[in-house]
């Protein structure tokens, strides 16, 4: 994944291990909140907090999400794309700390990373759709900087 300074942020690192419990709960059949239970490493505070935050929303996520992604049911989307869907969807709706912009571009590059060459397109599509919606506004809402992670690290108490 780019960025500027090189090194991956806290909330990107807590992001990627976010969406990788999302797919691994998802592909064994189990709540997301057992497969946290059973980690062998402890999730860091942001990665539980958005992890039990979307498994105790996961219904609203989804009615949000397939409201925006029009075309699409939720249950036919790749499944790392639902993932990382599912992860931004969450933050747009249940953390107002967080810009839009940044929510918006770390989705698309964990889709451009780990999905299809189409996946982070179709993501920034349907994520700015529910920005929209949930925030009055897309990716433009908040202006980006290569400050935009370090303030978001200090809102969660990360930097």
């Not at 958005?50 to 929303?57: A, P």
């Given at each position: ?76 989307m ?31 590059e964990l ?12 993501v ?36």
């Amino acid at each position: 994944m780019r960025q500027s300074s090189g090194a991956r942020s806290t909330s990107r690192l807590a992001r990627e291990r976010v969406v990788a419990l999302i797919y691994e709960a998802e592909a064994k059949g189990v709540p997301l909140e057992d497969l946290v239970d059973r980690q062998i490493l402890p999730l860091e505070s942001l990665e539980s907090e958005l992890t039990l935050g979307l498994s105790r929303r996961i219904e609203d996520v989804d009615a949000l999400l397939g409201d925006a992604a029009e075309g699409w049911a939720v249950e036919r989307m790749n499944a790392v794309d639902r993932a990382i869907l599912r992860l931004g969807v969450y933050e747009l709706a249940h953390r107002d700390v967080v810009p839009t912009a940044v929510i918006l571009n770390e989705a698309v590059e964990l889709a451009q990373t780990y999905s299809t060459s189409r996946s982070g397109a179709f993501v920034n599509g349907v994520l700015s759709a529910v920005a929209g919606r949930l925030r009055g506004g897309g990716p433009d809402e908040a202006e980006e900087d290569d400050d935009a992670d370090e303030t978001e690290e200090v809102a969660d108490g990360q930097g």
